[in-house]
């Protein structure tokens, strides 16, 4: 079993960044992948990034976002930049023992561990 502890959420205006982090509860191995999905009330959780070697993005995100890794650490972070009210959801990090990140980001119901999420919200 995996805990994954996320934190960095907040309020920020428009155009402003945050950071979210997480920490696993055991030590990544380079074959696991880890990232971030978001939730609206009512919405589908969406994939936002994902990372095994290679990075992936929603598009809705690229250019914005940015994820990294750190396996000594057993953390996986999200670096928002120019945010928008659209960013407004509640952010999960995700770790999954095997998959292929650009599906993974359309397929939720395959992630194999979740944390408890962090509201992000984002005002005009």
């Known amino acids: 079993q995996v805990q994954l502890l996320e934190s960095g959420g907040g309020s920020v205006q428009a155009g402003g960044s945050l950071r979210l982090s997480c920490v696993a509860s055991?030590?990544?191995?380079?074959?696991?992948?880890m990232g971030w999905f978001r939730q609206v009330p009512g919405k589908k959780r969406e994939g936002v990034a994902l990372m095994w070697g290679i990075p992936v993005y929603a598009d809705s995100v690229k250019g914005r976002f940015t994820i990294s890794r750190d396996n000594d650490k057993n953390t996986v972070d999200l670096q928002m930049n120019s945010l928008l009210p659209e960013d407004t959801a509640i952010y999960y990090c995700?770790?999954?023992?095997?998959?292929?990140?650009?599906?993974?980001?359309?397929?939720?119901?395959?992630?194999?561990?979740w944390g408890q999420g962090t509201q992000v919200t984002v005002s005009s």
């Open positions: 995700a770790y999954v023992l095997s998959g292929i990140p650009a599906r993974l980001l359309r397929h939720p119901e395959e992630v194999d561990y």
């Open positions: 055991e030590s990544q191995r380079t074959t696991k992948i």
